[in-house]
């Protein structure tokens, strides 16, 4: 079977909007079993990479980046838009699993799913901790991806892993722990693909070591959807995510720490100014639309 199917662009920002309040500290990281890993990502922080979940990537376009972030249930190979010595890694949702995928079933018959996303019902939270769903990733979503030519993976929804033990300590104790024993196992399965993960704070620290890179999405910009405009965040939402990808950067210091902002491309001096603060910052950006679903220009380059 495929890849889970990516979030829309809502579901997306309903995560980072959600999450965005979960204020915790990260604490000292887990004795490492392993030294950190070498690094996997160009040196430095001036190289490109982009994110295209659309099915039509431009590949003249996507030979410009260094690296390039896929949905790899397009019908395409990821060689004939990979630039030469570049990168693609593949998506994967590794905290919940939509309804219409072809395991749902088989995955809810045997407990591995728990309760519908409230504001998305067509999803259910995966049960990190559950045997059928680890197995599900290790053995068929991550060789799957692989199998297509794919460098590595990009790790979404691990935010839920927090969110419910949060919300039902009980219930859900040990949900974050077990989030990060699967990325472990997939670092110790799968030793040569690269490895990042989209936020998913909460278990940074005790995987920072297994992983080569993390991004923090919507650092200093998002959509309002309310106004439907893009919208500057505060100094202290940026200071919040900055510091937990600097204390991630402490534990690996091969660790890529990349960027992910929201703007309306044709304020091209305001994507500039993002580019700019992000870079400034010792950060590696990419500024987008939204809907992720096309790659969008870095103005003048």
Request: one cysteine or more; charged letters at 25%.
């Amino acid at each position: 079977m495929g890849v889970m199917a990516k979030p829309s662009a809502a579901r997306r920002w309903w995560r980072v909007v959600f999450h965005a309040g979960l204020v915790l500290a990260m604490g000292q990281t887990n004795a490492c079993a392993k030294p950190a890993r070498d690094p996997r990502f160009p040196a430095g922080t001036d190289w490109r990479w982009a994110i295209d979940y659309g099915p039509a990537t431009d590949a003249t376009l996507a030979g410009q980046y260094d690296v390039l972030v896929l949905e790899p249930d397009h019908d395409r190979t990821p060689a004939s838009l990979r630039r030469p010595g570049g990168l693609a890694i593949g998506y994967i949702s590794l905290g919940e699993v939509e309804k219409s995928r072809p395991a749902a079933a088989a995955l809810a018959a045997a407990g591995a799913l728990l309760a519908a996303n409230p504001h998305w019902p067509d999803a259910r939270y995966a049960d990190l901790r559950h045997a059928r769903w680890r197995a599900e990733v290790l053995d068929r979503l991550v060789p799957a991806i692989l199998a297509k030519g794919y460098n590595g993976i990009f790790m979404d929804t691990l935010d839920n892993a927090e969110a419910m033990e949060r919300a039902n300590p009980i219930d859900n104790a040990g949900m974050v722990d077990a989030a990060a024993s699967l990325v472990r196992a997939i670092h110790e399965r799968f030793p040569a693909a690269i490895i990042v993960m989209n936020r998913g704070y909460a278990l940074l620290p005790k995987v920072a070591d297994a992983i080569d890179g993390v991004l923090g999405e919507a650092m200093a910009t998002r959509w309002n959807f309310r106004t439907r405009t893009y919208d500057t965040l505060s100094e202290g939402d940026w200071n919040w995510q900055a510091a937990r990808l600097r204390a991630a950067r402490q534990a690996n210091p091969a660790l890529a720490l990349m960027t992910l902002d929201y703007w309306e491309p044709g304020d091209a001096a305001g994507v500039r100014a993002l580019y700019d603060r992000e870079r400034a910052a010792g950060f590696v950006p990419y500024v987008s639309v939204l809907a992720l679903d096309r790659i969008v220009p870095e103005p003048g380059r």
